[in-house]
C-alpha cells in the first residue's frame, strides 16, 4: 500500500494538504496518485496570484498515457508554484510529499482544511478504491485517464 | 532505427540535388530584398534515388493491411479495393480545381450527387452532405447541427451531451467544441446502457445523445428504439456515431432506430485506405428536421445539370473547399462495385468472421467481455485473468502478436473493460487468416504460463524493441537538427 | 460477392463452430422491427472494368484546359516518384502509429515532416498535420486562444481579428469551427490597394486575444506581415501567419516577420515573428483533385507546443538504446484528455504528408526556391499577356487581380465554354470587386497556354 504520512490532509481527489508555518498551504498529490499515474512527464501549474476556490481546478499532472486535474484542496491565493517540476516532472513519482510539492496557496479560510480527510481515512478511501476497480486504474484519480498504452483510432 | 534508416538529411550533401525535379532558377528581383529570405530551407539535399531509396525502405517498416492481418478493433482495416484507387486517379479528378465553373464540373458533381443518394439509402436519412473530411468532423457537424436546430427554436437552455461510458473520445470532445458539456451515462453488465442511469440523466438541459451501435463494446444495442423515446421526450436528439456501421450494412439502417443526425465513417464502412492516419472522410445524415442545417457545400440536381447548393440554415462551410473529394470518388466506386448484394453482405460476413473468431478464442481458453452476447462484427476479450494468473497485460499480447506476424488489436479501449482487446476482423479475411490469429493467439497464451518473460519483453523480431515513451515525452525531439548523431 | 473470401464450404464450417444454423441466426438480438436494410437507390454491383469505365467517362468531361485558377489550389508539377512512393500499400494501407514498433515507417516519416516544415516556416515545431488549410486555420485560431488565455487586456477576452484579405473560405471555415466557444471574430480590413492597413489594428475597439495574417495575401500580395506583426505584439495579441509552403522557399519565413521588441504578454518579451504558423499543403505534390485530400499544417514555438492540436511525433530510444520513433505528447488528445482535448481531431492527413515529404525531399532547398521563382516569373508573364489592368499595384507572388472592366463572373463562364479555367471571379467573396479576376501562372504554365487564354479572352471581351 501506498504511503500516506500522518501530519498531512487528503481530498478525494487524491490531492495531500498541509498548513506550514508561515500560514500557506502546501499542496501536492499523494503517492497513491502518482503511482496510478505512472511516470510523470509533465506540470501544469497555477499562475502565481490567481485566486482559486476550494475543489477548483488549478493544475494538470500528465502523464505518457494520461492527464489528471489537480483541484485546489482550499480557497485562497496562490502564493508559490514549484518551478523545479518544469524540468524535473519525475520528482512527483520519487518525492510526492517533499520536492514534488506542487503549489503553495494563502488559505482564505484555514478551517476549510478540516473538510479534508485525515490519512487514516485517505488510505482506506483509497483501499476501497482500489477494491472497487478490482485492480483495474479506471478513473481512480479524478480526471482523464487510461491505464496502459491505448489505441483506438475513432476518426 | 536500423542503419539503412537514417534520417534523409543524414543522407544529403551540401549542392547534391534530384536534378530532374529543379526548373531552372529565374530572377526574382522586382520582389523587395526585405521580403525575401536570406537563409535557404535546410530541406534534404538528395539524389532522387537517394529519395526513392529512403522512403521504399521506411515504408517496409510499417505494418499494413496489403501485409498484414489488421484486426484493429473499431477502425475497420478491410481491404481497399485498387479498383476504387485507379477510379479516382482518372486525369479529369485529380487535375480538377476545387472551384473549377459548374459547367466544367459536371462529371465530378455526377458522381457527388450519386454517392449523396447511395449514402442515403444505407443510412435511411433523407439529406446527406460529403462535406466533412474525417469522422471527428462529422461528430462536429452533426452535433452543432442539433445545437443550431434548438437555437433556431428558441430551445436555448439545452447545454449537455450525453454519451454512454465507454464512449469515443472524439463524442465528448466534439460536444466541448461546439460549447456543450458532457455527462456520462452508465452502461449495464450486459453492455447495454443502463435505461435507468439514462432515465435519471436526461431532463430539460439535454441537447443530445451521442453514441454507436454496434456499441463500444462490441454488441448491438438493443434497447436502442427506447434509448431514442427517452431521449426524444425529453426533447433532446440523437447522434449516431457511424464507427461501427460495417456491422449493420445491409441490416440496419440509423435513420430507423430512432437517429436524428449521424456520420459515415467512408474510411471504415467504405474500404478507403487509412493512409498512415489520414486521409478519412465523414459524411453527415440527417432526418428531416435537420437537414436544412447540414455543413455545405451539398450537390443539387436542376434542369440546367448539377450544381453547389448551400442548405438554407446551414451551419457552414467545414474546409476551404468541399472536403475530401478524392476518397468520396474511392468511396462511390466501392459502392458500385459492391451494389446492393455486395452490402448486405458486408454486415453479414464482418459479422460471421467476428462471431466465429470470438467462439475460437474462447474454446482457446480467452475470456469474452461479454460471453452471453453475440459479437458484433467486433468483440472484446478481456486478459484481466492472465494478467492476475501470469502477470502478462493486454499490451504484451498486443506487442507478441506482432512477432507472429499481425498487427495487434485495439488495446484498452472501451476504457470500461479491464485489460482488454478489441478484435475486429472484417469481412475481407479469410477463415484461414483468422484461424491463423487464433493460433498466435493460443501460442502466445501457452507462452504466458510457461515463459511470461517473453510475452512482456516483446516484440523481439521487428528492428526494434519497445519504445521509450516516457523519454519522448519528457525530452522532446520533434524534429532533426543538424548534429544530431546519426546511428 | 466483391472481396469477400469465403467459399461456402467455409460459411458452413464456421456456422457449425459457432453453433448457429445460418448467418441470418447472428442477427438475431436485433429487434425485428429495425430490420429494414433494403436499398432502393443501390443498384446490382458491377465489376471493377465497367466501374472505371463508367467513372472514367465521367473524369473525362471534366478534364479542362489549362488552369489559371489559383485561390488556395495549385497546379504544380509533382514529381513522378512522389505517388509510385505515397502509393505503396505499406504507406497507403497502414493505419495511425500507435503500435511504434510497427511504424516505424510512417513515424519517421512524419518525424522528417515535422522537420522540413519547421524548417521552411522557421518554427521550432509542427504537427503531424490537420485536415486542410480552411480548417487548420480554426485550429490555429483556437490554439491560439488557449495560449494566449489571459487575453490582450489581461481580462479573460476572446477576440481574434483575421485580415480581410485572407482567404475568405478559410474564414468561413473558422467561422464555423469556432462559432460556438464564445470566441469573436472581426476583420481588419484591407485597404484600396489590397493590404491591410498596419494602422487598422489601432482602429480596433481592443485589441484583440490574436491576429490572422496571410501571407501571399489572397490577392496574391506581398501584404505589410513585418509592420503588422510588430504592432499585434505590441498589444499583446498573438500572430498567426497563413501561408502557402512553396512561396516559403523564397519569401522571409514568418518566424522572422517584423523586428521585434515589442511587450505583451503575446510578445513573450518582443520575441520576432509569428507566434503560430498554418496553411495548406496542397501545393507540396499533391494534386489539386477538387479540393481534397489535401493537409494542413500548424506550425509553432516551443513554449506553445502543448497547445498544439493533432498527431505529433518524437524521437526516443527503445530498450536497447536504439533511436526511433513514437507518437508522444498524447496527454493533450481526445482520446485520453475527452472533453479537454485541444481538439476532437484524431485524423493526420498521412497520405498526403507522405506524398509532401517525398516532394519535399526531390526538390530540395534549391529546387523549391527555383519552382517560387518560377510561379512568380510565370505570373508576371501572364499579366503582361493578358494585358489588362491590375486591380492592386504592389509586389505579388504568383497570383493576381486583374481588372477585367465588367462582371468577371461573365468572363469565366466564357472562357469555360473554350476550355479555360480562367481565374476566380472575385465578385461573390468581394461585392466591391465584382470586376476583379484573381488569375495565377504556377511553373508548369507555358508561353502558349499564355497566348491561348489571352486570345480567348480578347474574343470574350471584343464579341
Known amino acids: 500500500m501506498s504511503e500516506c504520512p500522518t501530519e498531512l490532509v487528503y481530498a478525494e481527489t487524491h490531492e495531500w494538504a498541509r498548513l506550514d508555518e508561515d500560514g500557506n498551504v502546501l499542496v501536492g498529490i499523494s503517492d497513491y496518485a502518482q503511482d496510478q499515474l505512472g511516470d510523470v512527464v509533465y506540470v501544469e501549474l497555477p499562475e502565481l496570484d490567481r485566486s482559486v476556490g476550494a475543489a477548483e481546478e488549478a493544475g494538470v499532472v500528465e502523464s505518457v498515457k494520461a492527464a489528471s486535474d489537480i483541484y485546489a484542496p482550499v480557497t485562497g491565493t496562490v502564493v508559490a508554484v514549484n518551478d523545479g517540476l518544469e524540468d524535473a516532472p519525475e520528482l512527483v513519482n520519487g518525492d510526492p510529499y517533499g520536492d514534488g510539492w506542487l503549489f503553495a496557496i494563502e488559505p482564505a479560510d484555514e478551517s476549510e482544511l478540516e473538510d479534508l480527510m485525515d490519512a487514516e481515512t485517505y488510505a482506506e478511501f483509497c483501499e476501497s478504491a482500489a477494491d472497487a476497480d478490482a485492480g483495474d486504474v479506471d478513473d481512480l484519480v479524478d480526471g482523464d485517464e487510461l491505464d496502459e498504452s491505448f489505441s483506438v483510432d475513432d476518426d | 532505427m536500423a542503419d539503412s534508416m537514417r534520417t534523409i538529411f543524414d543522407l544529403g550533401r551540401p549542392g547534391r540535388a534530384a536534378n530532374a525535379q529543379v ?75 476545387p472551384l473549377a465553373p459548374e459547367p466544367l464540373s459536371q462529371g465530378f458533381l455526377a458522381c457527388m450527387h450519386d454517392l449523396q443518394e447511395i449514402l442515403q439509402d444505407v443510412v435511411g436519412m433523407p439529406a446527406v452532405s460529403l462535406t466533412p473530411m474525417a469522422g471527428a468532423q462529422g461528430e462536429f457537424a452533426g452535433v452543432a447541427m442539433i445545437r443550431a436546430y434548438h437555437e433556431a427554436r428558441g430551445d436555448a437552455a439545452r447545454s449537455e451531451i450525453l454519451v454512454p461510458q465507454g464512449a469515443h473520445g472524439t463524442n465528448p470532445a466534439t460536444a466541448a467544441m461546439c460549447g456543450y458539456t458532457v455527462r456520462e451515462v452508465a452502461v449495464a453488465r450486459d453492455g447495454d446502457v443502463d435505461i435507468g442511469a439514462l432515465e435519471a440523466a436526461v431532463g430539460p438541459a439535454t441537447a443530445g445523445l451521442m453514441t454507436t451501435n454496434p456499441s463500444t463494446c462490441g454488441v448491438f444495442e438493443r434497447r436502442i428504439s427506447e434509448v431514442a423515446r427517452i431521449v426524444h421526450d425529453a426533447g433532446g436528439l440523437l447522434y449516431y456515431d457511424g464507427a461501427n456501421l460495417n456491422a449493420l450494412l445491409g441490416k440496419v439502417k440509423p435513420g430507423d432506430m430512432g437517429f436524428d ?128 494468473r501470469y502477470g502478462v497485460t493486454a499490451m504484451d499480447f498486443a506487442k507478441r502478436l506482432l512477432d507472429y506476424g499481425m498487427h495487434a488489436p485495439t488495446t484498452y479501449f472501451p476504457l470500461i473493460v479491464p485489460e482488454c482487446l478489441l478484435i475486429e476482423p472484417t469481412e475481407t479475411e479469410s477463415r484461414e487468416e483468422v484461424d491463423a490469429f487464433v493460433n498466435a493467439m493460443a501460442r502466445i497464451l501457452a507462452e504466458a504460463a510457461t515463459d511470461a518473460e517473453v510475452v512482456k519483453t516483446a516484440p523481439h523480431t521487428l528492428p526494434l524493441r519497445r519504445l521509450d515513451d516516457v523519454k519522448a515525452a519528457r525530452e522532446l525531439d520533434l524534429r532533426w537538427r543538424a548534429g544530431t548523431p546519426s546511428p | 460477392m466483391p472481396f469477400i473470401p469465403h467459399t461456402d464450404a467455409d460459411v458452413a464450417e464456421m456456422l457449425a463452430a459457432i453453433g448457429v444454423p445460418d448467418v441470418e441466426s447472428l442477427f438475431d438480438e436485433i429487434p425485428s422491427a429495425l430490420r429494414s436494410g433494403e436499398f432502393t437507390t443501390v443498384g446490382d454491383g458491377l465489376p471493377e472494368m465497367e466501374v472505371l469505365r463508367r467513372l472514367g467517362d465521367r473524369a473525362r468531361r471534366d478534364e479542362t484546359g489549362p488552369c489559371f485558377l489559383g485561390a488556395g489550389s495549385y497546379d504544380h508539377h509533382v514529381p513522378a516518384a512522389v505517388w509510385d512512393i505515397a502509393g505503396r500499400g505499406e504507406f497507403m494501407t497502414a493505419y495511425t502509429p500507435y503500435q511504434a514498433e510497427a511504424s516505424q515507417g510512417t513515424l519517421q516519416l512524419i518525424y522528417e515532416f515535422q522537420t522540413m516544415m519547421s524548417e521552411l516556416t522557421g518554427m521550432d515545431v509542427c504537427n503531424a498535420s490537420v ?10 485560431v ?71 495574417l496571410q501571407q501571399p495575401n489572397f490577392f496574391g500580395l506581398l501584404d505589410n506581415v513585418d509592420t503588422l506583426t510588430d504592432r499585434a505584439h505590441e498589444v499583446g495579441a498573438l500572430v498567426v501567419a497563413c501561408v502557402n509552403p512553396v512561396s516559403l522557399a523564397l519569401l522571409k519565413p514568418p518566424s522572422l516577420w517584423g523586428k521585434g521588441g515589442g511587450g505583451g504578454e503575446g510578445g513573450k518579451g518582443g520575441e520576432r515573428g509569428a507566434d503560430i504558423v498554418c496553411g495548406d499543403g496542397q501545393p ?49 488528445e481526445q482520446h485520453i484528455r475527452r472533453a479537454k482535448a485541444t481538439s476532437n481531431i484524431c485524423t493526420n492527413q498521412g497520405l498526403l504528408v507522405t506524398a509532401a515529404t517525398v516532394y519535399m525531399s526531390l526538390l530540395g532547398p534549391a529546387g523549391l526556391r527555383n519552382v517560387a521563382a518560377a510561379c512568380h516569373a510565370r505570373t508576371l508573364e501572364l499579366v503582361r499577356a493578358l494585358e489588362l489592368p491590375r486591380c492592386f499595384e504592389g509586389p505579388f507572388f504568383h497570383e493576381c487581380v486583374l481588372d477585367v472592366g465588367r462582371p468577371a463572373e461573365e468572363i469565366v463562364t466564357a472562357l469555360a465554354e473554350r476550355g479555360v479555367v480562367a481565374g476566380l471571379a472575385l465578385g461573390s467573396y468581394f461585392p466591391e470587386l465584382a470586376h476583379g479576376l484573381l488569375v495565377c501562372a504556377t511553373e508548369k504554365r507555358t508561353g502558349e497556354e499564355m497566348r491561348r487564354f489571352a486570345q480567348a479572352l480578347a474574343e470574350v471581351r471584343n464579341g
Request: glycine residues 12%; aromatic residues 6%; positive net charge.
Open chain 3, 131 to 140: 485536415y486542410d488549410g480552411g480548417s487548420g486555420l480554426a485550429e490555429a
Open chain 2, 261 to 388: 443526425v449521424l456520420h459515415v465513417n467512408l474510411h471504415k464502412t467504405f474500404a478507403t485506405p487509412h493512409g498512415g492516419g489520414g486521409p478519412g472522410s465523414g459524411p453527415v445524415g440527417a432526418a428531416e428536421r435537420l437537414a436544412d442545417y447540414l455543413p455545405g457545400p451539398v450537390v443539387g440536381r436542376g434542369e440546367e445539370g448539377y450544381r453547389w447548393v448551400e442548405p438554407p440554415s446551414s451551419i457552414g462551410r467545414l474546409s476551404a473547399f468541399m472536403g475530401n473529394a478524392g476518397i468520396l470518388i474511392r468511396a462511390l466506386a466501392y459502392a458500385l462495385m459492391l451494389g446492393r448484394e455486395g452490402m448486405h453482405r458486408v454486415g453479414e460476413f464482418a459479422t460471421l468472421n467476428a462471431n466465429y473468431l470470438a467462439r475460437r478464442l474462447r474454446e482457446a481458453g480467452f475470456d469474452l467481455a461479454y460471453p452471453d452476447r453475440r459479437a458484433s462484427h467486433e468483440f472484446i476479450v478481456t486478459l484481466a485473468a492472465q494478467n492476475r
Open chain 3, 284 to 332: 507540396l505534390g499533391v494534386p489539386m483533385a477538387s479540393g481534397g485530400p489535401s493537409f494542413g499544417f500548424i506550425c509553432t514555438r516551443q513554449r506553445l507546443v502543448r497547445q498544439l492540436p493533432g498527431r505529433i511525433v518524437g524521437r526516443t530510444e527503445d530498450l536497447d538504446g536504439r533511436p526511433g520513433f513514437t507518437l508522444t505528447l498524447q496527454a493533450r
Open chain 3, 142 to 212: 483556437l490554439m491560439a486562444v488557449r495560449a494566449n488565455r489571459r487575453g490582450a487586456r489581461g481580462d479573460g477576452s476572446r477576440v481574434v481579428a483575421i485580415a480581410g484579405n485572407a482567404h475568405p473560405l478559410y474564414v468561413a471555415a473558422t467561422r464555423t469551427i469556432v462559432r460556438n466557444q464564445g470566441i469573436e471574430i472581426v476583420t481588419l480590413p484591407h485597404g484600396e490597394d489590397g493590404r491591410v492597413d498596419p494602422d487598422a489594428l489601432s482602429r480596433l475597439p481592443a485589441p484583440p486575444t490574436a491576429v490572422v
Open chain 2, 23 to 97: 526548373p531552372p532558377a529565374e530572377s526574382v528581383e522586382d520582389l523587395p530584398a526585405e521580403m525575401l529570405r536570406d537563409d535557404p530551407p535546410a530541406l534534404p539535399e538528395v539524389s532522387e534515388l537517394q529519395a526513392v531509396r529512403h522512403y521504399t525502405n521506411l515504408s517496409r517498416a510499417n505494418y499494413s493491411i496489403d501485409n498484414q492481418f489488421y484486426p484493429l478493433g473499431s477502425c475497420t482495416m478491410k481491404y481497399n479495393p485498387r479498383g476504387a484507387h485507379r477510379a479516382a486517379g482518372a486525369r479529369g479528378f485529380l487535375e480538377r480545381h
